[in-house]
């Protein structure tokens, strides 16, 4: 396992930047630790659209930790009961920890956290909220909404994750692109849900983007044959409308330095990205 990992995925920032120079002033600048705390195991399709049908893949299920300020902080909380083979760690080619296995390797506890942020609230990046007792959870309008009415199609909303903590008013919504904390961005991104959430956070290294939508970096550094049919990225499998998804992938990818698609395997086998 790596201590320190500089990677720039897609460094693709943009000198036009109009918020580059209060980044530059700020004085927090954050690290971000991927924690594996889950994986899947599907046809790759489901990552990307229109293509690896019939392959099967795994993939991570993070919590990030963001280490930074005054503030211990995690976007998403993944699954209440990974299953930990052997099989799926050589798959992703990194270990899997429970939530609270995760968190101690930092030095945390569940009860230490003082703020959730969220992708978007299907059932594996939301299913140890109800452990974090002292965290402000953010989340937007749309996503709470569709927990609470979801289509027949989307099975991955179960509304009993988010009952304790919604009970206990430690939920707050976002209508709008906020800034959480200094330093850390929320942007609505409805690619792969209604109100999807990319997590603009800086870094040493950069502004890093982790998305609010279910991709690899497969998605955003196509393979030759997709390129040759003249598109620069592959939509997520399960997306709201593949058209939109397609443009804001792009405009995601404008916007950071370092992209960390929310499923990449590579990720797994990093303790800190900067």
């Known amino acids: 396992m790596s201590s320190l990992v500089n990677i720039f995925l897609t460094p693709r920032g943009s000198s036009t930047d109009p918020d580059k120079g209060n980044r530059q002033r700020r004085t927090t600048m954050y690290r971000i630790h991927p924690i594996v705390v889950g994986t899947k195991v599907f046809d790759k399709s489901m990552m990307t659209y229109q293509y690896g049908n019939g392959q099967e893949y795994t993939i991570p299920i993070y919590c990030w930790y963001i280490e930074g300020g005054d ?3 995690l ?24 939530f609270e296995a995760g968190l101690a390797r930092w030095n945390l506890a569940p009860k230490d956290i003082d703020v959730v942020i969220h992708t978007h609230l299907h059932n594996d990046h939301c299913e140890n909220d109800y452990k974090c007792e002292n965290a402000r959870i953010y989340v937007h309008e749309k996503e709470l909404e569709r927990i609470h009415n979801p289509h027949p199609l989307d099975y991955r909303y179960l509304v009993d994750y988010i009952e304790d903590v919604e009970e206990n008013g430690q939920i707050t ?3 709008q692109d906020t800034e959480i904390l200094p330093g850390i961005r929320a942007v609505h991104t409805p690619v792969h849900t209604d109100g999807g ?9 950069g502004r890093a983007a982790i998305t609010g939508f279910c991709v690899i970096d497969e998605n955003f550094n196509p393979p030759v044959q997709i390129k040759a049919m003249e598109m620069a990225v592959i939509p997520p499998g399960t997306h709201v409308d593949v058209y939109a998804a397609y443009d804001m992938m792009l405009e995601v990818r404008g916007k950071a330095d370092i992209l960390l698609p929310l499923h990449e395997p590579k990720f797994a086998a990093m303790d800190t990205i900067s």
């Open 173 to 175: 919504t976002l209508a």
């Open 75 to 98: 976007v998403d909380t993944g699954e209440m009961n990974p299953i930990q083979s052997e099989s799926r760690e050589k798959a992703i080619g990194g270990k899997i920890y429970t």
């Open 71 to 73: 503030r211990k902080i």
């Open 197 to 205: 959430l990319t997590l603009f956070i800086d870094t040493s290294a």
